[in-house]
């Protein structure tokens, strides 16, 4: 009997949708208060001698000496955001964690320019981890820019409003006569301006307008936005200063390694524990027991899951990685993960040619299509297990002491890592303390906090006496929640005219409980084309199989960009037809492509990206011999990408993308720069795992430890890039860290369709003995 499902959200969806459900009680970034409740709400007592945030990354004395000399000076406080020093500088708090998609800089610009100042008058603060003055706080499901950009505009202009009204105040002037500019206050009558500073004490103590009273700017009074801002913290990045979680030092500080099962899910019995007590520099040895369900993704994410396994405490990390290379484990393997990739993958090929036993989609009647089709094509498409690779391994560090923890990480998802701090260490909510530190590269792995809860449970242990858990290379590449490999079994049908009729999918994929697919492992109704046909029809088999696998930069659409725009591509070569012509009659007129559903495409918005790219890479021209484009398009995340790849394949079936075009619509956007990075690295990311990205097991075993089995893309790799925005008005902004990553899939794929006339069906192309050169 077929199961029906649903739900019209994929499961990672509906995780972000859940992280930006408001706080209960709500709890707005600008509530609609009076002053004295307004600062009670943020924790904030009055207007001066407040630091009100952490710096991200430094270590705590450099810390204790910042809030030394913040307290040495009148810093007068507007809100959780704002905050104005006597000498005319604006510290603006920026709320989400960096980890490289540039929102640490992104949000404050926004603030900053409704607040009406000068850039070059800003101090950027990484803020503290506080739910009751920021709401959410989280990187992820490139949501930061577009469900903050109306709240950060609020939140400048407010502080405006305050500034101007003290300034009334003071100089006894109709605030209609006043304006500002460039952080001063102008009366244009008597040509007279003065710094914010002057009345920042004042402003401190004025009512906090209503959301509603408040006047915002029209894209053409921006000064600041639309432009290209660097990040706030290049310098300190390239001058090694300390930002990112390994900095974090503290006085009387320990380090730890910390071994799991190599077979997912295994015990840890005994080890030789004297033998390792007894190495240079190591204070203590012992066993963890696991907690929760860490197979599972959101177990991991907040409810403090771990894996059990043998943490080593020594008096430096080189120390306890020395004593990490001699342990010798026993391991209880009886309830760990038992599958193999090849096995898996062998089980869904025999099954290519029948329907899955789950329902995803069924709409239309894709039987008589495909009966009265002039042509059906079927094909098969496969794409293996991947893990982040993210340059910085996971690092935390832990202090435990008086029934509090408190920890500073690098965590994309702090709030959450509170959450499972307190169920981990079984204390109150208010005792499980998380400070944010720059994030060394996430790309959705430290949406999960696991590591986070490891250092935790070892400082326990340690109790008084922080503790640093630092994870190796060979830890993160052997204990990911990995992008989780599948299988598409594609049929469609072409009538006499070449129109694309019907669709079909059999998706296989993978279920830790034999009922739902696992976090990431789903496939949603609305992905183009299914999303624009009548006759759709998509089944799903579920392998048992609880490798654990989580978000990755651009969760599923970072494999279904390679399969559905290939398969669509080849359903072009079949219908005779141009490749733009024929996705431009796919997507048909310009409307919602489900009108009732959040976040629909917009078959229009994704036909200007399509044409727009064509146009700027002169699709068409004649190209030379054994080189040729190819076109895709992906709408992901809010995000319409189009993409062209100017590829040559050489003998022995060397590959050289000499150039790729990409044409995005994300709305308006706000920072040049950041997303010109966004794009460029969503590229790199892609051409890197189309060719060499793969992640294999036998017996629950991962099999690739360092980057010596999982090659990236090096830099004479790397294609020159051309990049541009269509910008609709009517469209506010949209999120850039994601988009760009699909569609590069099958730009290559189908240029090398073009330039050879061979379809590679399978990711990573190295399996079909292509070379990136």
């Keep these: 009997m077929n199961m029906q499902i649903n739900s019209q959200l994929t499961s990672t969806e509906a995780f972000f949708q859940e992280q930006l459900k408001p706080a209960a009680p709500e709890a707005p970034a600008l509530p609609p208060l009076n002053r004295r409740q307004f600062f009670k709400l943020s924790g904030i007592a009055g207007g001066g001698l407040v630091l009100g945030g952490v710096s991200a990354g430094i270590a705590p004395k450099a810390l204790a000496q910042q809030a030394d000399a913040a307290a040495a000076v009148e810093v007068h406080t507007l809100s959780p955001y704002v905050q104005i020093k006597p000498d005319g500088r604006i510290n603006i708090f920026s709320k989400n964690p960096e980890c490289g998609q540039g929102i640490k800089t992104g949000l404050p610009l926004i603030i900053a320019e409704e607040l009406d100042c000068a850039w070059t008058d800003v101090d950027v603060v990484q803020a503290d981890i506080d739910r009751s003055k920021y709401g959410n706080?989280?990187?992820?499901?490139?949501?930061?820019?577009?469900?903050?950009?109306?709240?950060?505009?609020?939140?400048?202009a407010t502080a405006r409003a305050m500034i101007l009204a003290a300034a009334a105040q003071q100089l006894n002037i109709d605030v209609a006569e006043l304006s500002t500019a460039n952080t001063k206050v102008i009366h244009?009558?008597?040509?007279?301006?003065?710094?914010?500073?002057?009345?920042?004490?004042?402003?401190?103590?004025m009512p906090v307008p209503e959301a509603d009273t408040l006047t915002l700017k029209t894209t053409e009074q921006f000064t600041l936005l639309g432009k290209r801002h660097s990040g706030v913290d290049n310098r300190a990045i390239v001058t090694g200063l300390p930002l990112f979680g390994a900095d974090t030092v503290l006085p009387d500080m320990l380090y730890a390694s910390y071994t799991k099962c190599p077979q997912i899910g295994g015990l840890a019995v005994a080890f030789n524990e004297e033998h390792i007590k007894g190495l240079p520099g190591v204070v203590d040895a012992f066993i963890l027991a696991p907690f929760d369900e860490p197979r599972a993704f959101l177990a991991a994410a907040g409810n403090g899951a771990m894996f059990g396994g043998v943490a080593i405490v020594a008096t430096s990390t080189w120390a306890a990685i020395k004593a990490?290379?001699?342990?010798?484990?026993a391991w209880d393997t009886s309830k760990?993960?038992?599958?193999?990739?090849?096995?898996?993958?062998?089980?869904?090929?025999?099954?290519?040619?029948?329907?899955?036993?789950?329902?995803?989609?069924?709409?239309?009647?894709?039987?008589g299509a495909m009966q009265s089709a002039a042509k059906v094509i079927s094909a098969v498409y496969e794409y293996p297990y991947v893990t982040h690779a993210q340059l910085e391994p996971e690092v935390t560090t832990a202090l435990y002491r008086e029934g509090k923890i408190e920890v500073w990480a690098p965590s994309q998802m702090p709030l959450n890592g509170e959450a499972g701090l307190a169920a981990i260490m079984s204390v109150p909510a208010e005792n499980a303390i998380m400070h944010q530190t720059r994030i060394g590269g996430g790309?959705?792995?430290?949406?999960?906090?696991?590591?986070?809860?490891?250092?935790?449970?070892?400082?326990?242990?340690?109790?008084?006496?922080?503790?640093?858990?630092?994870w190796t290379r060979e830890d993160t590449t052997t204990h990911d929640y990995y992008r989780p490999g599948g299988l598409h079994s594609y049929k469609a049908a072409l009538d006499g005219n070449g129109n694309l009729t019907a669709w079909q999918d059999h998706f296989f994929s993978h279920t830790l409980d034999g009922k739902a697919p696992m976090f990431s492992a789903d496939l949603g109704p609305a992905i183009f084309p299914q999303d624009v046909l009548t006759n759709v029809k998509v089944t799903q088999t579920l392998f048992q199989n609880a490798m654990p696998v989580g978000p990755m930069r651009a969760p599923s659409s970072n494999a279904f960009g390679f399969t559905f725009q290939s398969f669509l591509h080849e359903l072009a070569v079949a219908a005779g037809k141009d490749h733009v012509e024929f996705l431009l009659g796919v997507l048909g007129e310009p409307r919602l492509a489900n009108p009732e559903g959040r976040g629909s495409m917009h078959t229009g918005r994704a036909r200007n990206v399509i044409s727009a790219v064509a146009e700027r890479a002169g699709w068409g021209k004649q190209m030379p011999p054994n080189r040729a484009l190819g076109l895709s398009f992906y709408f992901s995340h809010s995000g319409y990408v189009a993409q062209i790849a100017d590829v040559e394949v050489r003998a022995n079936k060397e590959v050289k993308v000499h150039k790729v075009w990409a044409v995005a619509d994300y709305g308006f956007i706000h920072n040049m720069s950041a997303a010109e990075s966004q794009i460029e690295g969503g590229i790199i990311?892609?051409?890197?795992?189309?060719?060499?990205?793969?992640?294999?097991?036998?017996?629950?075993?991962?099999?690739?430890?360092?980057?010596?089995?999982?090659?990236?893309?090096?830099?004479?790799?790397?294609?020159?890039?051309?990049?541009?925005?269509?910008?609709?008005?009517?469209?506010?902004?949209?999120?850039s860290g994601e988009p760009?990553?699909?569609?590069?899939?099958a730009a290559v794929n189908?240029?090398?369709?073009?330039?050879?006339?061979?379809?590679?069906?399978?990711?990573?192309?190295?399996?079909?003995?292509?070379?990136?050169?």
Excluded: C
């Design 740 to 745: 760009s990553l699909p569609p590069l899939l």
């Design 685 to 735: 990311d892609g051409l890197s795992q189309l060719f060499n990205a793969k992640i294999t097991f036998i017996n629950g075993v991962i099999q690739q430890q360092n980057f010596h089995q999982y090659p990236l893309l090096r830099i004479p790799q790397a294609p020159e890039i051309d990049t541009f925005f269509l910008q609709p008005e009517e469209f506010p902004p949209t999120g």
């Design 137 to 156: 706080q989280f990187a992820g499901g490139s949501t930061s820019t577009p469900t903050n950009w109306m709240p950060m505009r609020q939140a400048g």
């Design 336 to 367: 760990a993960e038992t599958g193999t990739w090849e096995d898996l993958r062998e089980r869904a090929l025999a099954a290519v040619n029948q329907d899955g036993p789950m329902e995803v989609v069924n709409k239309g009647d894709v039987a």
């Design 324 to 329: 990490k290379r001699e342990l010798e484990v």
């Design 188 to 205: 244009a009558a008597s040509e007279r301006e003065w710094p914010y500073s002057e009345f920042a004490e004042l402003a401190a103590t």
């Design 443 to 470: 790309f959705g792995r430290k949406l999960g906090n696991d590591y986070v809860f490891e250092a935790a449970a070892i400082a326990r242990r340690m109790e008084g006496r922080p503790v640093k858990l630092q």
């Design 750 to 773: 189908n240029a090398i369709f073009n330039a050879t006339g061979e379809r590679v069906r399978k990711m990573p192309l190295s399996e079909s003995g292509y070379t990136l050169v």
